[in-house]
């Protein structure tokens, strides 16, 4: 039985939990008010359900998903998240976030300064180019001629395995970009941004990026 730890529950993160759910694994949501507001959304997405805090979705999740507004990564907490993979929904949009110079430049990206956040663990960008509500609207069973593929980076070969397993099973194929650092090849304004493709067309598309 595995685990999936959510830090944010907002559009993304309720919609991985419910999908996650809805196949088979258990989850911990958790929020920055607390776990006590997160009451009602637990309730609904049912038994496989429970809320916490993000210490606790980290430390019990045995995959974690960081999916919150990019500016607050530096409040993802870190020990509890030594030796996991990670998985990185996160976009920058200046508008909410601040300005980033070091994105604004181009010396880096989001995923990759989440990951020297994290330097133990093992962070995947993943999630971030599909639109919450597809997430669960979009999804299809494998072999399905209108599946969609996500595309995903890291630098550890093991925890992109696991996260596409994850992927899979949550009904869409996968693009592997490469290293954490091809993730910006599907960042905002990219052609895979957002994209509704299936894997070939993604693959190009990401390529393009
Ligand atoms: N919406 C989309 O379609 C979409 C698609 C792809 C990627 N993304 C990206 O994924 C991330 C999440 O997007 P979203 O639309 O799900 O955002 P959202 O609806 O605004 O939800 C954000 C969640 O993060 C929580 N949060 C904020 N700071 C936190 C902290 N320090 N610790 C724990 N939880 C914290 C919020 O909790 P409180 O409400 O208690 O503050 C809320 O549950 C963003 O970076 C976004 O750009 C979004």
Known sequence: MTTIGLIGSGHIGTALARQAVAHGYDVVLSNSRGPETLTDLVAEIGDRARAGTAEEAASEGDLVVVTIPFKSYRQVPVAPLAGKVVIDTNNYYYER?????????????????????????????AFNAIQAAHIVSAARPAGDPDRRAVPIAGDDAEAKRVVASLVDDLGFDVV????????RRFDRDKPAYGAELGAEAMREAVAAG
Do not use: I, Q, Y
């Not at 980033?100 to 995923?111: A, Q």
């Open 176 to 183: 592997d970009a490469g290293p954490l650092a091809e993730g």
């Open 97 to 125: 976030d601040g300005r980033f110079p070091e994105v604004d430049e181009g010396r880096t990206s989001p995923t990759e300064l989440l990951a020297a956040h994290l330097p133990d663990s093992r962070v995947v960008k």
